[in-house]
């Protein structure tokens, strides 16, 4: 008796939350697999995913999405390399420094959005306010009404929001870093571009294959930011997948297809992201 | 008493803790008890105030559900197709109601009017805004009774226009003059000394490019659907009224391509756009010295004509029962009550634009409100957007083609075929369900 209800114990005690994860994982997840393969009357179909191939919405929002994240990406990793091997260094200051650095990623994307949508302001935001200042002729400046400056403004929100988590990630590889290395390095004689290269770059590997796949999972399912600056617009030069999947189900009421939809995104993620890990395991095999 | 004693009861007492607010899932007591789901915003807050005065006056208690606009359509679909019955009573704008009705998710009025010895609602609620509530529009049964009469009007300087020596404009002919006039010429005017756009308009992809665009296309003679229900947003009036308003668009301020309501707003609350066409809930904003720099100075008319008579965009709040109500009779009483006259006198002096025309013609409210002969004029003479169910995914579809002409990327005739093209695949696709 005593010892079934020792070994019941560690079961009682699971049970909530494996309840909680079939309620609130499981079971949605079977759900959606479900109702992608229905149509909106409940016949068996696999017209929803038939659809994204002649869906031309869906195209663009799947191309927009790896031009923002792949650009985003890209930037966000080259500052935030720069300024972690900046403030691993004895810079006068750097707690500070570094401290600042975190308030963009503690705020709430949606904060983000609202604050980047007022300076971006044609008429009264405060970067047109500050170009007029230098004399710079701001009429053809409408960031987020332009179709071909629409992008690149919703990317500078993401850059200027997610860098510090790049950095954060790739300082604390720095520190990670013994002295030894360099020690020797430096008895050998090699540059500073050299020791960047063969020492503090493969020892710093892991922490950017990391930084990366954490922001690639990220960008590509990239909403509140897009969603309160542009609502994915002008027209549709934004829009990215997410958004276009938020719509299709909660707008027009398709769940079956949005589910699809979410399926070829979470299929593209998984390997994008089984990429980035084979990248790591090769390195530590 | 043994530490696993111990540990029993905690979980236990966990347990039990947890499943506390299911008790709250018990069945309310029939006839006491009615759930309202509201907008949260200057449109439910009335109906919420009256649902408290309704309280105190019956007994009757009354739950509120406050949703953001965003989220209320989604909410109330999923809760009405998954038959929860979890709302008595719910708030919709009127573009959802074709969806709503079409699904069959909604309750019958009229038998309830019956039960009462009423053959239908009493006709004093302007007809524009009752035929919305019928499916199919104007002649079918009656689902919903309207709350809120939203119409757009014409905003417009009344003193620039008199030191322009420019007219109401009745066409959109004579709107392009005088946008042109005041573009021009006022290029300091503005407060701050900046240049005055001679108008603004939104032209967002979505409800935004949409709603701004109806009143052109309809003047210009355009009609979405032709006799047989198929697209015809490329007919010749159908590209002769984008490329008119892409024309309009030279006058606005740059960047009008992503402009929503608040933008629009802002421009005409700083003084800095002379014309636009917006909704009566703006009205009362020009008059309130902390956000407006043109106190005094604007006036509201009726939307301009084309080849045909201009006709503003109707948009009402509506409130229906679904057919799952829990408590379809109390709900009713109260939906009787909060849109009677008495009632819709509150409503309207809360800041909602009534749906009754005795409430539009009380002099202590024309008092307070000059703009509501105005205002019913335009709710009189409105257009509802095409009444189908698959209206949102249409509107979005045609606002981004209508954003991409207007921001350039696309020519007003490509934009008008591909947003045909769009909208006739999206015809196709609910009818091969």
């Not at chain 1, 306010?129 to 409408?142: A, D, H, I, P």
């Not at chain 2, 530490?3 to 947890?18: E, F």
């Not at chain 2, 009205?283 to 084309?306: C, H, R, T, W, Y």
Request: proline share 6%; glycine share 8%; net charge neutral.
């Amino acid at each position: 008796m005593q010892l079934t209800s020792s070994r019941l114990f560690p079961y009682v005690l699971l049970a909530p939350t494996i309840a909680v994860l079939l309620a609130l994982s499981i079971y949605p997840l079977i759900y959606s697999v479900k109702i992608s393969l229905q149509t909106e009357a409940g016949r068996a179909t696999l017209g929803n995913f038939a659809r994204l191939a002649g869906d031309q919405f869906f195209l663009s929002a799947l191309g927009h999405t790896f031009v923002y994240a792949s650009i985003a990406l890209t930037i966000e990793f080259a500052i935030g390399l720069g300024l972690a091997l900046l403030l691993d260094t004895q810079v006068r200051a750097r707690g500070l420094f570094r401290s600042l650095l975190l308030v963009p990623m503690m705020l709430p994307p949606v904060v983000v959005g609202v604050v980047w949508r007022l300076m971006l302001n044609a008429n009264f935001g405060a970067l047109n306010g500050t170009l007029k200042r230098f004399g710079v002729n701001t009429e053809s400046l409408t960031w987020t009404a332009s179709p071909k400056l629409a992008m690149a403004s919703v990317i500078a929100a993401d850059v200027w929001q997610w860098t510090p988590f790049v950095f954060l990630i790739l300082l604390a590889g720095l520190q990670a870093i013994p002295q030894e290395p360099y020690e020797a390095a430096l008895i050998d004689g090699s540059s500073g571009w050299q020791t960047f290269r063969h020492v503090t770059l493969p020892l710093l590997m892991p922490a950017i294959v990391i930084a990366l796949l954490l922001r690639t999972m990220d960008l590509l399912r990239v909403f509140d930011h897009i969603f309160i600056l542009t609502e994915g617009g002008p027209g549709f030069a934004t829009e990215t997948l997410s958004l276009y999947i938020y719509r299709t189900a909660f707008r027009f009421s398709n769940f079956g297809y949005a589910a699809a939809m979410s399926f070829v995104l979470l299929l593209l993620t998984n390997v994008i992201s089984a990429g980035y890990l084979r990248l790591l395991q090769a390195r530590e095999a | 008493m043994t530490t696993r004693r111990i540990k029993t009861i905690a979980v236990a007492v966990l347990l039990l803790a947890l499943g506390l607010p299911l008790l709250n899932c018990s069945r309310p007591q029939p006839g006491k008890n009615i759930t309202l789901a509201i907008n949260s915003g200057v449109e439910g807050d009335a109906l919420k105030q009256a649902a408290r005065d309704y309280e105190s006056q019956t007994g009757v208690h009354i739950n509120i559900a406050e949703f953001p606009y965003a989220n209320l359509f989604e909410k109330e679909l999923i809760d009405l197709n998954a038959h929860s019955g979890a709302y008595d009573l719910i708030m919709l704008d009127d573009p959802w109601f074709p969806k709503f009705a079409s699904l069959d998710v909604l309750t019958d009025l009229s038998l309830l009017l019956k039960r009462r010895g009423l053959d239908k609602p009493d006709d004093d609620f302007v007809a524009t805004s009752i035929a919305l509530c019928r499916h199919p529009y104007q002649t079918g049964a009656l689902y919903a009774l309207p709350y809120v009469g939203n119409s757009q009007l014409f905003f417009y300087r009344r003193d620039l226009f008199q030191k322009h020596n420019l007219k109401e404009p009745a066409t959109w002919d004579a709107v392009i003059t005088a946008a042109k006039t005041i573009s021009e010429q006022e290029t300091t005017g503005a407060p701050g000394g900046g240049k005055i756009y001679g108008y603004v308009m939104r032209a967002a992809q979505g409800n935004a490019a949409v709603a701004d665009f109806m009143p052109i296309f309809w003047a210009f003679g355009g009609e979405m659907f032709d006799n047989s229900g198929q697209p015809a947003v490329n007919s010749a009036e159908g590209i002769a009224a984008l490329k008119f308003m892409i024309e309009l668009g030279k006058y606005s301020p740059p960047g009008y391509a992503s402009f929503n309501a608040d933008e629009v707003g802002a421009h005409l609350l700083q003084g800095t756009a002379a014309m636009s066409i917006n909704w009566p809930a703006w009205i009362s904003s020009f008059g309130d010295p902390l956000k407006s720099k043109v106190i005094g100075k604007m006036e509201f008319g009726q939307l301009p004509a084309g080849k045909n008579p201009g006709r503003a965009e109707i948009g009402n709040w509506l409130i229906a029962i679904p057919r799952d109500a829990r408590n379809a009779d109390a709900a009713f009483e109260f939906l009787l009550w909060a849109t009677s006259t008495e009632q819709m006198k509150m409503s309207a002096q809360r800041g909602n634009p009534p749906t009754r025309k005795s409430v539009f013609n009380d002099p202590q409210l024309v008092a307070k409100f000059p703009s509501y002969p105005a205002q019913l004029r335009s709710l009189e003479g409105s257009r509802p957007r095409p009444r189908t169910p698959l209206w949102n995914e249409i509107e979005n579809a045609f606002g981004i083609y209508l954003s991409k002409a207007n921001s350039g990327e696309l020519s007003a005739e490509d934009a008008m075929n591909q947003a045909n093209e769009e909208i006739r695949k999206i015809i196709a696709r609910a009818g091969s369900k």
